[in-house]
């Protein structure tokens, strides 16, 4: 195993393993619905998690989302308690993940730029 790959980063990829399954299998909360997982950071002394999460839902949605998260954050992390094997479970926090909606929003913008740029070309050649 590379040395770089750390303890924490494998922990953080096997919490984000676990969350994805007990949020898809075990909540009932129709608050939350179809999330993904994008990403958990975990603290050094494994005290505390950043759990990304993005959604199909509307912006609006999202606080209910993040509410419906908030309040099964207790169970979740009681969940983890039972399929990991560490003496510390992390506090969850999630967090919304606006990255792949900025990403979709810049790539809208690069293809207006192009589109534009080729009308102009095409009506200087005419």
């Keep these: 195993m590379p040395k770089d790959y750390s303890r924490t980063l494998r922990i953080a990829d096997q919490i984000q393993r676990e969350l994805a ?13 179809m999330i993904t997982l994008t990403g958990v950071e975990v603290s050094q002394d494994y005290a505390h998690a950043k759990v990304f999460y993005t959604t ?7 606080f209910l989302v993040q509410n419906g998260l908030e309040n099964a954050a207790g169970f979740l992390r009681s969940q983890l308690l039972h399929r990991l ?3 510390v479970i992390p506090q969850l926090h999630f967090i919304y993940d606006e990255s792949i909606e900025r990403g979709v929003r810049l ?6 730029a192009v589109a534009s740029d080729r009308s102009e070309k095409e009506t200087d050649n005419t």
């Excluded at 399954?21 to 619905?33: A, Q, S």
């Excluded at 199909?56 to 999202?62: A, I, M, Q, V």
């Excluded at 790539?107 to 207006?112: F, G, P, T, Y």
Aim: hydrophobic residues 30%; glycine residues 4%.
């Design 107 to 112: 790539s809208q913008l690069i293809d207006e």
């Design 21 to 33: 399954d007990l949020i898809r299998n075990e909540l009932k909360d129709p608050r939350i619905g």
């Design 56 to 62: 199909l839902h509307s912006e609006s949605d999202n």
């Design 85 to 87: 094997k560490l003496r």
